[in-house]
């Protein structure tokens, strides 16, 4: 990806970490939203590969990195290397942005609150809901803690894999978990159904997608697939006459809070509003050369 960024010798330093990288937009969203804002910072796209986000960290301390988003692989094994969490990376047990103080490492994780953020633009939130969601992987999880954590009435995480939707909702009252084959009866009380798998994602080759007919009237579907830009559960959500969003608002949302946690300032509601706006649209234009 291809960019425009002012630097200065002054500048200060981000990056987001991962392997592949090549194909992240973050850094497009980071400079687009540092200079709005005047911020005397750029932010660039850094491969490092599994099993090394160690010899990173020890790299970004003497360099002087203001913070850092990981990607895959290494959202799990940065968590040993901080010398603390925020409360929603404690409740989501992952970190997808850290930022490095007084050289002590500090994790945070903005894709459930992200997310949920995309929801409230909708009219939507947690609150008294019932929520579905399928998939038990990282999204899911950061998405159902959140969830669970906001005050949803009952949050269940419907897996291909059971095992692994069980241990996602160990321990979490308001969460149950279940295989793919109990999602029909399911759907009838659920308020809020969120894909948070990748079938139906470019390039993931043909989705089979839940049938929908007995999901409750009215409820709010949201796909965290962004590209395709109307994936085929969403498709399928709007042909059966429900409220549906894709993941856009997810990758937007999460890189404004992640941007508000390196800087350590809070931004307003208006701020986030232009962000927001901004961001999709850059995203829509990048993605699909149009505005989203
Ligand atoms: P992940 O950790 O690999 O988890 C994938 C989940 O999907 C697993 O629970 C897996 O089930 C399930 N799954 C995979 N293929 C399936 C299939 N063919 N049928 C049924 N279930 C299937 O992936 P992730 O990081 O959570 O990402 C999931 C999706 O969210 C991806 O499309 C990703 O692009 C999107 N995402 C979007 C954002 C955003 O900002 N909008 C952020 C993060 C992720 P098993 O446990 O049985 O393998």
């Excluded at 290397?81 to 047990?93: D, G, I, Q, R, V």
């Excluded at 038990?136 to 949803?152: E, F, I, Q, R």
């Excluded at 995480?157 to 969460?175: D, F, I, K």
């Excluded at 390039?203 to 395709?228: E, F, H, N, R, V």
């Amino acid at each position: 990806m291809t960019m425009k960024i002012n630097y200065q010798n002054s500048s200060k330093l981000l990056c987001v970490i991962g392997d592949p990288i090549g194909h992240s937009l973050s850094p497009l969203l980071q400079n687009t939203m540092l200079e709005y804002l005047g911020e005397d910072a750029i932010y660039l796209a850094v491969p490092v590969k599994a099993g090394t986000v160690k010899d990173f960290v020890s790299a970004a301390k003497p360099l002087g990195i203001l913070g850092f988003n990981l990607t895959m692989p290494h959202k799990e094994d940065i968590i040993p290397l901080l010398s603390s969490m925020t409360p929603e990376a404690m409740a989501c047990k992952s970190v997808n942005s850290v930022r490095i103080k007084d050289g002590k490492l500090e994790g945070h994780s903005t894709d459930g609150i992200g997310f949920r953020r995309s929801i409230q633009d909708l009219g939507w939130d947690y609150p008294g809901n019932t929520v579905t969601i399928l998939g038990a992987g990282g999204a899911a999880k950061s998405v159902a803690l959140t969830a669970s954590m906001a005050g949803a009435k009952q949050v269940h995480v419907v897996n291909r894999t059971l095992a692994r939707a069980e241990q996602l909702c160990s321990g979490q009252g308001n969460m149950f978990p279940h295989s793919l084959t109990q999602l029909p009866e399911l759907l009838p009380s659920t308020d809020i159904l969120i894909n948070a798998t990748p079938m139906g994602m470019a390039g993931c080759g043909q989705a089979s997608i839940p049938d929908l007919t007995a999901l409750k009237q009215g409820a709010l579907c949201m796909d965290c697939i962004y590209a395709p830009a109307l994936p085929p559960f969403m498709q399928e959500a709007k042909k059966q006459g429900h409220i549906a969003g894709n993941g856009i608002g997810m990758l937007v949302y999460q890189a404004i809070f992640a941007l508000e946690f390196f800087l350590d300032r809070s931004f307003d509601e208006e701020t986030i509003g232009i962000l927001g706006k901004k961001l999709m649209e850059i995203s829509g234009v990048n993605l699909f050369g149009e505005k989203s």
